[in-house]
């Protein structure tokens, strides 16, 4: 079976930080655009960060440029999404995300993903 984990959420204070991971198991992240997404009750799913198959693309939702990093490690088959400067409107369920495709998504629509992790929780205290 195929499953996307993803870890490293937690209540964290105004300012602080977070490294989220997603891990795969049962296929192997390196031939994918992967994405995080957060989303609050209530509201849409937003994308947040994307990192292509090839490393050499990332993107940034407006509102978390310049204090989240997207990453991958291949030999731990793992992408990270490193969250500093936390604000508490950065609360939400962080979730990961693929399309288990060749297809380059990454930089053109994060609407083209079909397969999710459970998501990790954020909360940031004011």
């Known amino acids: 079976q195929v499953h996307l984990v993803e870890s490293g959420g937690g209540l964290v204070q105004f300012g602080g930080s977070l490294r989220l991971s997603c891990a795969a198991s049962?296929?192997?992240?390196?031939?994918?655009?992967i994405g995080w997404y957060r989303q609050v009750p209530g509201k849409e799913r937003e994308g947040v960060s994307c990192?292509?198959?090839?490393?050499?693309?990332?993107d940034y939702a407006e509102s978390v440029k310049g204090r989240f990093t997207i990453s991958r490690d291949k030999a731990k088959n793992t992408v990270y999404l490193q969250l500093h400067s936390l604000k508490p409107e950065d609360t939400a369920l962080y979730y990961c995300?693929?399309?288990?495709?060749?297809?380059?998504?990454?930089?053109?629509?994060?609407?083209?993903?079909?397969?999710w992790g459970e998501g990790t929780q954020v909360t940031v205290s004011s």
């Open positions: 049962g296929f192997t992240l390196d031939y994918y655009d």
């Open positions: 990192i292509s198959s090839t490393d050499d693309w990332t």
């Open positions: 995300a693929t399309d288990l495709s060749s297809t380059p998504w990454c930089g053109i629509s994060y609407n083209t993903v079909n397969f």
